[in-house]
């Protein structure tokens, strides 16, 4: 019984040589392993504004908000603005102020306006600081295509892998076959509006015709960068 055991152990202790060995003698898989790039920088064509009306009505003056946003919406609809890009986003009424001082109430509304430049922009601001309307400000912005543009990158990141993988191999007198991995990192990154307050008044005047100091700086938007890159691992052959 144990002549038979020992036997066994021997038989499965060859056949684990043998296997082991047989692994050590394959030769390595020939590939190359190689990374494109792909980048673009692209301007943000949604830019969302925040604006607000108050009303303040007093024993001697009343204005509403509903004329303040009457005269809010033929300003921006004569800038072109479709009434769609147009929506409130907040109304509020100071009731606790009303009941300590009966001679006064505020009410306002805030609103939020969806434009395609920073040009536009400046006209926005310029439009309400004619018509008395100060509250506005840029709450953030964003590119629209940005899936499509990440897939184009894509592929361009995929093409610069194989061309460069093509050279080297080339180099050396080989080609290269099937891809056997790939792999994708990517990047999106927002760089800050440049937006400040005295840009606002100095697009606002810009379109009033009135005189801006030389030293204001002007809102701008910095460009968005996108960028992609694949790994890709080849067979060579």
């Known amino acids: 019984m144990k002549k038979t055991i020992l036997l066994a152990a021997l038989a499965v202790f060859s056949v684990a040589t043998l296997s082991a060995q047989q692994l050590q003698l394959q030769p390595a898989p020939k590939i190359v392993q190689v990374t494109g790039n792909a980048e673009e920088?692209?301007?943000?064509?949604?830019?969302?504004?925040?604006?607000?009306?108050r009303e303040n009505n007093t024993k001697n003056t009343k204005l509403s908000v509903e004329a303040q946003q009457a005269d809010m919406i033929k300003a921006l609809t004569a800038l072109g603005i479709d009434t769609k890009n147009i929506t409130v986003s907040d109304m509020?009424?100071?009731?606790?102020?009303?009941?300590?001082?009966?001679?006064?109430?505020?009410?306002?509304?805030?609103?939020?306006?969806?434009?395609?430049?920073?040009?536009?922009?400046g006209k926005v601001f310029g439009a309400l600081e004619k018509i008395g309307i100060s509250d506005a400000g840029v709450?953030?912005?964003r590119y629209s295509k940005i899936d499509?543009?990440?897939?184009?990158?894509?592929?361009?990141?995929?093409?610069?892998?194989?061309k460069t993988a093509n050279l080297l191999a080339t180099a050396i007198g080989q080609k290269i076959g099937k891809a056997t991995e790939i792999r994708?990192?990517?990047?999106?990154?927002?760089?800050?509006?440049?937006?400040?307050?005295?840009?606002?008044?100095?697009?606002?005047?810009s379109y009033s015709n009135e005189a801006v100091d030389a030293e204001t700086?002007?809102?701008?938007?910095?460009?968005?960068?996108?960028?992609?890159s694949i790994n890709i691992t080849f067979e060579l052959e």
């Not at 990047?187 to 008044?201: H, I, K, S």
């Open 148 to 162: 499509a543009k990440r897939d184009e990158l894509r592929t361009k990141a995929a093409q610069d892998a194989r």
């Open 41 to 53: 920088n692209v301007t943000p064509d949604e830019i969302f504004i925040r604006v607000t009306i």
């Open 139 to 141: 709450n953030s912005y």
């Open 92 to 121: 509020a009424s100071n009731l606790k102020e009303y009941a300590l001082r009966k001679d006064a109430i505020k009410t306002s509304k805030t609103y939020q306006l969806k434009v395609g430049s920073a040009e536009m922009v």
């Open 184 to 205: 994708e990192y990517g990047n999106v990154g927002f760089d800050e509006v440049t937006y400040q307050p005295m840009a606002r008044l100095a697009l606002a005047k």
């Open 217 to 228: 700086p002007a809102l701008g938007f910095k460009e968005m960068k996108l960028k992609v």
